[in-house]
Each structure stands twice: as C-alpha cells, then as structure tokens.
Nanobody, 121 residues
Framework: QVQLAESGGGLVQAGGSLRLSCTASGRTFNSYAMGWFRQAPGKEREFVAALSWSSGVTDYADSVKGRFTISRDNPKNTVYLQMSSLKPEDTAVYYC??????????????WGQGTQVTVSS
C-alpha cells in the first residue's frame, strides 16, 4: 500500500501563489505517475496535472496551463504543485494521486486525503 500525505493548502487572494506538496510512503516502485486532481463544491473531481516519475513527462489541464507547474523531488518521493496567478475558480479541495501511468490516473491509483485551497476575489 502507498500512503500519500499532502500539505500546503490555504487561503490566498486572487493573483497570489501557493505550493502544494505530496509525499508518498509505503510500497514504492520506480515506474509510476503522480499528479493532482481537484474538486470544487457541487462539482466532480477533475484532473489538474500529472508527472511521470521515470521520464519526467508532464500533463496539464487546459484551465491551469501556464499558471501551474508540477515538479518532483526524487529522493524525497515528493511531488509539488506550484500554483500562480490563482483565480477564485481554482478554489477546491486538491487531491494527490498516484497511478501506474499518466494515462491510468483517472481510473487507477491511490488518493491523498485532500487539502483545501481557497482563492478570494
């Protein structure tokens, strides 16, 4: 089993920045993907960003391209989501996700407990 521990959420004004962190522990393998989803009140959980651990390939939702950056720290088994130019519509609970591949991320994997991000206008 893999455990995912998130941190870094909070309240920020529109236009501000936040960085989320997610550290994986437990059974880990060299080949997997990690990423982020979010869920706003009354909406379905949606994909935000993902990173392939072995290749470094990244993928982003159109709504966050150019504003969010996903990165990793290999020795720490940690993935980060740097969020800039935040908008009120970015307000959501952000969940860390680990899956065998980027392509499988919506269907398979482990979830973190979630961290709240609130962007005030």
């Amino acid at each position: 089993q893999v455990q995912l521990a998130e941190s870094g959420g909070g309240l920020v004004q529109a236009g501000g920045s936040l960085r989320l962190s997610c550290t994986a522990s437990g059974r880990t393998f060299n080949s997997y993907a990690m990423g982020w989803f979010r869920q706003a009140p009354g909406k379905e959980r949606e994909f935000v960003a993902a990173l392939s651990w072995s290749s470094g390939v990244t993928d982003y939702a159109d709504s966050v391209k150019g504003r969010f950056t996903i990165s990793r720290d290999n020795p720490k088994n940690t993935v980060y989501l740097q969020m800039s130019s935040l908008k009120p519509e970015d307000t959501a609970v952000y969940y860390c996700r680990r899956s065998p591949t980027i392509a499988s991320m919506s269907r398979l994997g482990s979830w973190g407990q979630g961290t709240q991000v609130t962007v005030s206008s």
